[in-house]
């Protein structure tokens, strides 16, 4: 299910990834046993119910969420690292924030929003090395060269 939801943000569709997440954290108690015609669920360990366990799940849905904040596994011809910002943000978060995510290049990305589809939105993005960006937010692309420990703001 973990797979499943990240395949469904790398597919641009929020939606659809928030809907595999809903159900693989939906718990299986109290019927005490996963019902799998149902879309099998979760323990109240939160460890993955579904056949056989697989440790995969848990992490392959946090892998998922944060697919649906950012994705940075393409590049221009250039070499540019795309970095996109909310690329399969699920119409049911109209507002909240996202600290810590990790992108290629060696950034660190701190997200807020406040309104559907992240119009209303602020990345603090935070560089480890240095290297050229291009990043793609809600409101438009930003071309930046970024310093190791420079920080960037975009809204």
């Known amino acids: 299910m973990g797979w ?37 669920g979760v323990y109240p360990n939160l460890f993955d119910a579904h056949p ?25 011809p250039e070499g540019e690292t795309i970095v996109e910002l909310f690329p399969a943000l699920p119409s049911a978060w109209t507002s909240g924030r996202i600290t810590g995510l990790r992108a290629q290049g060696d950034l660190t990305i701190n997200l807020k929003w406040n309104a559907p589809g992240a119009a209303d939105f602020l990345a603090e993005i935070t560089a480890g090395h240095d290297g050229s960006f291009l990043f793609r937010t809600p409101s438009g692309n930003v071309e930046k060269q970024l310093r190791a420990g420079e920080k960037l703001t975009l809204s």
Request: with cysteine; hydrophobic share 40%.
């Open 4 to 40: 499943r939801g990240a395949l469904w943000a790398r597919f641009l569709d929020g939606d659809h990834a928030c809907r595999v997440i809903r159900n693989l954290l939906t718990p299986v108690f109290p019927k005490g046993t996963p019902d799998y015609v149902a879309g099998g």
């Open 52 to 76: 056989p366990f697989q440790i995969d799940g848990n992490f392959g849905v946090t892998a998922a969420i944060g697919e649906m904040f950012v994705q940075s596994h393409r590049k221009t």
